[in-house]
């Protein structure tokens, strides 16, 4: 199953100290606000989303419909199908997308160590 783009979520403390220390390791801002506390960083392929004051823990996040880059693509599974196969195989969601719904949805999943991971469609 594709999940599409990967990246990994950061609650930070403080959005303009994590983003000065991301830039020291190669990253640049490519999306975001720091008006609303977060930042979109990148560094070739990897991604990284700062994120201060939404959640209490880091978590992994995948994009379905999305590259690496954050380009649309033309074919992918969306997040209700992905639900529907994480329901089918005993998965239980934190939280769901709305199955009656189209488009952009989330949900949350959490690993049997705790670590939270979301999966957010935007298209």
């Not at 609650?11 to 994590?18: M, N, P, Q, Y």
């Not at 990148?42 to 990284?48: A, D, P, V």
Request: net charge negative.
């Amino acid at each position: 199953m594709e999940l599409g783009a990967f990246s990994v979520s950061l609650a930070v403390k403080d959005l303009e100290k994590s983003r000065d220390f991301y830039q020291k390791l190669g990253f640049d801002v490519v999306g975001g606000d720091a008006a609303q506390n977060w930042l979109i960083l990148r560094n070739k392929e990897h991604t990284i989303g700062l994120f201060q004051g939404m959640f209490d823990k880091n978590m992994l996040t995948f994009n379905p419909g999305w590259t690496q880059q954050c380009e649309t693509q033309s074919e992918f599974a969306d997040v209700r199908e992905i639900q529907r196969h994480l329901k089918s195989q005993g998965v239980q969601l934190v939280s769901e997308a709305d199955e009656s719904g189209s488009g952009p949805a989330s949900l949350v999943v959490v690993d049997p160590d705790g670590n939270p991971i979301l999966i957010d469609q935007h298209v």
